[in-house]
């Protein structure tokens, strides 16, 4: 069974730092490209970036709203995706989902990222 | 970036009816286009992949169908467990994007 169980959220000031992870089981995570996306409260998903397999070029791409300040990894060798977030902004308060594929197959439960004073 | 219109944003309907949601890209997305359902507090769930693939343990009665760069989600008889928020998605070129949404809403 596939599982995707997010962790590292929490509450954060405004320009401060945060990294989620993400544990991967059931599939073969080194072959699959990853995304991460949010969904702030009360409002729509919306992509945050992917990192594409290393098979696959190993690249990665981002939303408009957080390239620059936001960085995805991965670790193959632990099955674990990461999202490191700095300078941190409230419009970045959400709910962070990992994605399995860029269809979107598999989705995490979820972490909450809550950037306030 | 490519923009992707969904509507209609609320649709209130009965159960057994068959409804549909339409979502338009602004342009080509080939047949990239994904469909999920999500419920309050809960994960989205893949419903329809590549246009009108059903992904395995989706019942029957959900259907996906492309004309050019419009896309629709087809309940063909509505059940209960139905009343959802329904998003599409394009995943054909980054950065990728989805749709508003549309409630789909007891009447």
């Known amino acids: 069974e596939v599982q995707l169980v997010e962790s590292g959220g929490g509450l954060v000031k405004p320009g401060g730092s945060l990294r989620l992870s993400c544990a991967a089981s059931?599939?073969?995570?080194?072959?699959?490209?990853m995304n991460w996306v949010r969904q702030a409260p009360g409002k729509g998903l919306e992509w945050v970036g992917r990192i594409k397999s290393k098979l696959d070029g190993g690249t990665e791409d981002y939303g408009a709203p957080v390239k620059g300040r936001f960085t995805i990894s991965r670790d193959d060798s632990k099955k674990t995706l990461y999202l490191e977030m700095n300078s941190l902004k409230t419009e970045d308060t959400a709910v962070y989902f990992c994605?399995?594929?860029?269809?979107?197959?598999?989705w995490g439960q979820g972490t909450l990222v809550i950037v306030s004073s | 970036d490519i923009q992707m219109t969904q509507s209609p944003s609320s649709l209130p309907a009965s159960l057994g009816d068959r409804v549909s949601i339409s979502c338009r890209a602004s342009q080509t997305v080939s047949n990239f286009v994904n469909w999920y359902q999500q419920k309050p507090g809960k994960a989205p769930r893949l419903l329809i992949y590549a246009a009108s693939g059903l992904q395995s343990g989706v019942p029957s009665r959900f259907s996906g169908s492309e004309s050019g760069t419009d896309f629709t989600l087809t309940i063909s008889s509505l059940q209960p467990d139905d009343f959802a928020t329904y998003y599409c998605h394009q995943s054909y070129s980054v950065p990728f994007t989805f749709g508003q949404g549309t409630k789909l809403e007891i009447k």
């Open positions: 059931g599939f073969t995570f080194s072959s699959a490209s």
């Open positions: 994605v399995r594929s860029n269809s979107g197959s598999h």
